[in-house]
């Protein structure tokens, strides 16, 4: 009898991800949190660039490498959309960053603007303008003293020291940029967005993580339903 070559194979375990680790309500913040965090950072007005920038991740579901390498071309005030279809490379060097295009296709999208957003977008390129004279459609919106755009590091050292600075209201969860992508899907979940929506909107291909925070999400407002029939009084 012939041995088969296959009850040998051994099949390798999918790998894991660091969302398989964390808890799900520690992978977002509640509106709440968020509110606190850019009320902290608008209080300084040395931090109130950085508060845009995760003001607008937070209303859009960018990835912080599509934020930053936002430019006034790809911003459509009449339409209230946004062309979200690169991220910025730093491969050469901070002063020599370049938008390079998306990985996936599904990264490559158009999304709508909420007013707040809007709002945001035109008082960040006005101000812009003011204080570069060269400043044109082509530039990057969000740009730091130098006028090069925010760097990745300095938005992770940022979160941290203003979550630190909250002090007593301390927000406790590890915070990193990729938490206001996920608080946007938990935003949309809360107002009753088909995952299918949400999915194409932040440029989900693997809709996993998607899936466990618009679960998670949904559940908790189902117990909420329960919670406020009980204290009907009825």
């Known amino acids: 009898m012939q041995s088969n070559p296959v009850e040998k194979a051994k099949v390798p375990k999918p790998v894991q991800k660091l969302e398989d680790y964390t808890k799900v309500e520690d992978m977002y913040l509640e509106r709440e949190e968020v ?23 937070y209303l859009t579901g960018m990835r912080i490498g599509e934020a930053i390498s936002l430019t006034g071309n790809d911003y459509h005030k009449e339409k209230a959309l946004l062309d979200i279809h690169g991220t910025l490379d730093y491969s050469h060097g901070y002063d020599n960053a370049k938008k390079e295009l998306p990985k996936t296709p599904s ?13 945001i977008l035109d008082r960040v390129i006005l101000e812009n303008q003011l204080r570069f004279d060269d400043y044109s459609k082509d530039n990057f919106i969000f740009l730091g003293k130098t ?3 925010i760097q ?14 909250l002090g007593k209201n301390k927000i406790n969860k590890d915070i990193h940029s990729h938490m206001f992508r996920h608080s946007h899907i938990s935003l949309l979940a809360e107002m009753g967005v088909p995952i299918k929506a949400i999915m194409q909107r932040v ?27 009980n204290n009907l009084g009825l």
């Open 35 to 57: 509110d606190r965090l850019l009320k902290c950072y608008r209080s300084a007005y040395q931090s109130a660039r950085m508060a845009d920038l995760i003001e607008v991740m």
């Open 107 to 119: 990264s490559y999208r158009e999304i709508g603007l909420s007013n707040r957003a809007i709002e």
């Open 147 to 149: 006028g090069k755009p």
């Open 152 to 165: 990745v590091n300095t938005v992770a050292s940022s979160l941290k020291y203003t979550n630190e600075k």
């Open 203 to 229: 440029g989900h291909k693997d809709e996993s993580t998607t899936l466990k925070i618009y679960t998670h999400v949904t559940q908790k407002q189902k117990a909420d339903i329960v919670d406020k029939l």
